[in-house]
């Protein structure tokens, strides 16, 4: 079995797509794409990152020895797209507890409609009317915001699953990655052609 059919066999025991390989690596499909098709072979660094990634020895990568390492169970790598997941879950449910929550007042405070005054130390009165009136007759300030933050924090659980992650480390790793990548192409393109002008 070839470098580039080993790759293409634990990408999908993975369940990943070459999309999400190249997003992991920090490199492009159509490297990932290159690898499979036996077209180029990754340099070191990246053999290492499979790898650790697909929890298998480089030896097993390279040469064609048996795997020592599992290869059917990854928890290390499935466990982000699962708490990814389960952000998003819970992110959604948020988001539909914040937004039913909200309407729901509304609706009430139509339905049942309230005016609420008060009486400043200056002696001025004061009268809400609507939602704010309704919330204040009713002593449902405190859950109306408890539900509106419910909300609010669904709706970044639900679009920002990552939101907090990551550092400018992390984005100097990808952009050196990403240099990595350009260079390992350059350095193809030049081979080529100097095989081509031969």
């Given amino acids: 079995m070839t470098l580039g059919e ?7 025991q993975n369940s ?6 190249a997003e992991r690596l920090a490199i492009t499909r159509q490297t990932v794409s290159k690898w499979e098709l036996g077209e180029s072979e990754p340099d070191i660094t990246y053999l290492i990152q499979l790898s650790e990634m697909f929890q298998v020895t480089t030896d ?5 020895v048996p795997n020592t390492s599992p290869t059917s169970d990854f928890p290390s790598e499935k466990e982000p797209m699962l708490q990814r997941k389960a952000k998003m879950w819970i992110g959604g ?6 937004v039913l929550g909200v309407l729901t007042f509304w609706v009430l405070s139509v339905v049942r409609p ?26 449902a300030v405190g859950l109306f915001w408890f539900v509106v933050i ?8 639900l679009f920002f699953p990552n939101f907090g992650k990551g550092s400018a480390i992390d984005a100097a790793e990808k952009e050196l990655a990403r240099v990595k990548d ?6 193809q393109f030049l081979k ?7």
């Fill in 6 to 12: 080993k790759i293409l066999l634990l990408r999908k």
């Fill in 16 to 21: 990943m797509t070459q999309e999400q390989l």
């Fill in 60 to 64: 097993y990568l390279i040469k064609d």
């Fill in 93 to 98: 449910i948020f988001t539909i507890i914040g």
């Fill in 114 to 139: 309230a005016e609420y005054g008060t009486v400043t130390i200056d002696g001025e009165f004061t009268v809400y009317t609507g939602l704010q009136g309704f919330l204040r007759t009713w002593n």
């Fill in 150 to 157: 419910i909300g609010a924090i669904g709706v970044i659980l």
């Fill in 182 to 187: 350009e260079k390992q192409r350059v350095e």
């Fill in 192 to 198: 080529d052609l100097e095989e081509n002008t031969k």
